[in-house]
C-alpha cells in the first residue's frame, strides 16, 4: 500500500539522518580529542622562547 511505502521510507530517512548524526559526534569528538592532546603536548614543552 502507499501509505506503508511512505512510512518505510520516512523510517529509512530517519535512520539515515541519526548515521549522519552519528559520524558527525564522531568526527567531533575526534577533533576534540586531537585538540586537547596537541594543548596537553605543547604545555607540557619547556617554554625557551620567553
Known sequence: SKLAKM??????????????????LDVEGLNLNLNHSLT?????QPDDES
Open 7 to 24: 512510512e518505510r521510507r520516512r523510517q529509512i530517512e530517519q535512520e539515515g539522518a541519526a548515521a549522519m548524526e552519528r559520524e558527525m
Open 40 to 44: 596537553d603536548y605543547f604545555n607540557a
